[in-house]
């Protein structure tokens, strides 16, 4: 689904992205100074800014563990949580409650327009509208890396410049929801935008991320404090404790099965 801009500037009144809001009003003339985007492409600056093409394109696989806040009916509990990402191809979210032991963590996995429950060793295909979901998670922590952006069959289309300097790219993917990324004066990543679904009902939902702070791995720069907000209400909020940004996949159990024995998706490629 294409986001128009009336929705984009409908989500910056709501999630505050500025540079979202004002890219659909391109400055009278070029900005003055230009800074890091001089002679390159949005994309380009923005990698640079992040770590560089050579240390990006070298990660196929990332792992965070943090403390999220989770937001339901208005109410938010504390989680303990480990993510795994393989860019466009597997997602997998494990979390815990704050003070509870990691064997009581529940799983969600997804890849390949699939995705799964896990409790212990017991794993339940989600239905469609959970699927898609989670699929869209796991399209839009790929685009943020930035380098799978470069690669065949992704379409990435500026946007005008804003007023303050900033930056915005539209992200298209066959396999991927639509992403607009907006980028700050100096190339930093500060937000996302993109049309979700509601896991539950199966609606359409609008959906932004913002992103502050800045952990490494690697050479590898990456948000350190990350924010979703779902149709202008706050949803999930992730702050980073630990960052891998890894040229290999490595095994990695599932935190809930580790005294246990056995359970794996029938496409599970956890192994590599």
Not at 42 to 54: C, K, M, R, W, Y
Not at 120 to 136: C, H, I, L, S, Y
Not at 197 to 202: I, Q, R
Request: glycine letters at 10%.
């Amino acid at each position: 689904m294409a986001i128009s801009k009336s929705m984009l500037a409908s989500v910056a009144l709501l999630a505050a992205l500025g540079a979202c809001a004002t890219t659909t009003d391109a400055p009278p003339a070029a900005v003055a100074d230009a800074g890091v985007y001089v002679g390159k492409s949005v994309l380009d600056a923005a990698i640079e800014t992040a770590g560089g093409e050579a240390a990006l394109s070298k990660v196929k696989e990332i792992y965070v563990t943090g403390l999220a806040k989770v937001t339901v009916d208005g109410a938010t509990t504390e989680q303990n949580v480990a993510l795994l990402v393989r860019p466009f191809g597997f997602y997998r979210l494990t979390s815990w409650a704050k003070g509870a032991e990691p064997k009581t963590a529940k799983t969600v996995q997804a890849e390949l327009g699939q995705a799964w429950d896990v409790t212990r060793v017991t794993w339940q295909p989600m239905g469609d509208a959970a699927a898609k979901f989670e699929n869209e998670q796991l399209g839009l922590y790929s685009a943020i890396l930035l380098a799978p952006l470069k690669a065949d069959g992704v379409s990435v289309k500026e946007m005008p410049v804003a007023n303050d300097g900033s930056r915005g790219i539209t992200v298209s993917r066959s396999e991927a929801q639509p992403v607009e990324l907006s980028f700050d004066v100096n190339g930093k990543l500060v937000g996302a935008l993109y049309s979700g679904t509601d896991p539950k009902a199966g609606t359409s939902t609008v959906d932004t991320a913002t992103f502050s702070g800045e952990v490494v791995s690697n050479g590898v720069k990456w948000p350190k404090h990350i924010t979703f907000a779902r149709d202008g209400r706050p949803a999930y909020e992730i702050e980073v404790a630990t960052f891998e940004a890894l040229p290999n996949k490595t095994v990695r159990p599932l935190e809930q099965a580790m005294q246990y024995e056995g359970g794996a998706p029938p496409s599970d490629d956890d192994a590599g």
